[in-house]
């Protein structure tokens, strides 16, 4: 007897959602400023509210988002660095301090990453588990998983050192993803379910650092342009080979701010009192992501009844850089662990110190942001990208 995938899920008003990004922003940072006796009151105000339009908007969402499916690198891996031989790993503390229960679950920050968020807000699931967990159950299943891995690229020769899963092979694994729906729910079953799966692709920053900034090893063959173009072609073959398998609606992350990570400030200003965004690197991403964008309505108009969207999360990261107290940030220049300076990974442990208020922090480490970052990196694409997925779609698309 097959599995009956619950695709209609419960719900979740974790924060409230108020309509307007920056509106957003402006009453949060309101919210922030106020005594703890008025804000109670407010949130309660809000959630009575907002809640309404809110669960009716998620409500939609949730019937055109039957699932959640996640590929990429450590700002989306919920875990699976875990369960493969690999030194680059985050399940353990001070990581996962801030998640719910304060367990390190592998995931490279204090709390839950955009994946949860974003399924969260779409009433999918509250948080996203990775597929390589072997208590993995049916029902995590049907409704989402993450195949990322923290440290990989869409070059191979990203994770040659250090073990972890590669783009290449992520796309295998949903491969044997869809291996085993087929077997809980029945091929048509999982055809419709893939149909109208949200696709989340998150690469690219360690592809830069590893290959061209600090080990330049693809500066041997490529200049910048260059290993641009060649990334964003394994890219275009990562999508081609989702679309094969059925998924239609996928949403590519473009670079953040490269330059602005603790750990590249590190390797360019000996001082570490003199630290500044390392603008040579700001621009490569910046020059990237306008191919990535450029490159994307080129590959949805030639796969049938597909809808890709960019995501950009360079603009919301450099907002909270430049205007870090409209988001309750007091430093944007190092990581909450350790030093801030260079901590990150098995450098950030049981043993380093950390900061008091995580919430002060745009970085958790070195490389990660924090909890707090990806939530308004969340608000950002929920407002911005998802509805390029879901608008104007059939509700028996899938």
């Keep these: 007897m097959l599995f009956k995938c619950d695709v209609t899920s419960q719900h979740l008003l974790i924060y409230p ?26 949130v309660m105000v809000l959630l009575v509210n907002t809640g309404s339009s809110f669960l009716n908007a998620t409500s939609e969402a949730a019937k055109l988002f039957p699932t959640i499916l996640i590929l990429g690198d450590s700002t989306v891996d919920t875990g699976n660095n875990n369960y493969i031989p690999t030194l680059f790993k985050g399940n353990h503390l001070p990581y996962g301090r801030d998640f719910p229960g304060q367990v390190p679950t592998g995931r490279f920050s204090n709390g839950k990453l955009i994946p949860d968020f974003i399924a969260s807000a779409a009433s999918i699931k509250e948080t996203v588990p990775p597929f390589l967990d072997p208590d993995l159950k049916d029902k995590q299943l049907c409704t989402g998983v993450s195949f990322a891995s923290g440290g990989s690229g869409f070059d191979d020769l990203t994770t040659a050192a250090s073990g972890v899963i590669p783009m290449s092979k992520q796309l295998e694994y949903v491969k044997k993803y869809i291996q085993r729906l087929n077997k809980m729910v029945g091929e048509e079953e999982a055809k419709k379910i893939l149909r109208g799966a949200l696709v989340i692709i998150s690469a690219g920053t360690n592809d830069f650092i590893f290959n061209f900034y600090d080990i330049p090893t693809r500066r041997i063959q490529f200049n910048i342009s260059g290993y641009q173009d060649f990334l964003l072609g394994r890219l275009r073959d990562i999508i081609l080979g989702l679309h094969d398998l059925g998924c239609r609606k996928i949403a590519v992350a473009g670079l953040p701010p490269v330059g602005c990570l603790p750990i590249q400030m590190t390797a360019k200003f000996k001082n570490p009192e003199d630290r500044k965004c390392v603008e040579d690197e700001n621009l490569d991403a910046r020059s990237y992501n306008h191919k990535l964008a450029n490159l994307l309505p080129q590959i949805q108009s030639v796969l049938p009844k597909s809808k890709i969207a960019y995501a950009d999360v360079y603009e919301p990261m450099i907002d909270m850089i430049n205007h870090p107290h409209k988001y309750g940030f007091l430093e944007t220049k190092k990581g909450c662990c350790g030093t801030g300076y260079v901590e990150a990974g098995p450098l950030c442990n049981e043993l380093t110190p950390t900061c008091l208020n995580s919430l002060q922090h745009l970085f958790w480490d070195s490389i990660h942001p924090s909890e707090s970052a990806y939530y308004y990196m969340s608000l950002f694409l929920e407002e911005q990208v998802l509805p390029q997925l879901f608008f104007g779609n059939s509700r028996n698309e899938y």
């Excluded at 509106?23 to 949060?28: E, W």
């Design 17 to 42: 959602r108020i309509k307007g990004y920056h509106s957003r922003l402006v009453l949060l940072s309101e919210i922030y400023a106020m005594a703890p006796a008025v804000l109670l009151i407010l």
